[in-house]
């Protein structure tokens, strides 16, 4: 689990908004898709691996996925929330 403190030093690559870790309902609904094989980046690359966690933008409209306690703060990388 990623530490309180980090989280709170993060903020989006894009519009630098801070970021909140994800609601475990959502991490789920995102690992479905990624397993449905229906899931792509902000790049347009097919997303592959389950996500352990995710940090939202405080807009609500990307997730930045956290795997093995590594949060993936890239641009590209991001998951449009609307398309889950």
């Known amino acids: 689990m990623l530490d309180t403190e980090l989280i709170e030093i993060l903020a989006c690559p894009e519009t ?3 970021v909140h870790l994800a609601e475990p309902d ?3 609904r995102v690992n479905r898709a ?3 094989g229906k899931l792509k980046n902000r790049e347009g690359g097919d997303v592959r691996e389950p996500i352990d966690a995710g940090l939202v933008r405080e807009d609500g409209q990307y997730l930045y996925a956290v795997r093995d306690d590594i949060p993936i703060m890239l641009v590209g990388e991001g998951i449009q ?3 889950v």
Do not use: F, H, T
């Open 16 to 18: 630098k908004q801070p």
């Open 34 to 36: 990624i397993a449905a």
């Open 81 to 83: 929330l609307d398309r």
């Open 26 to 28: 959502v991490v789920q």
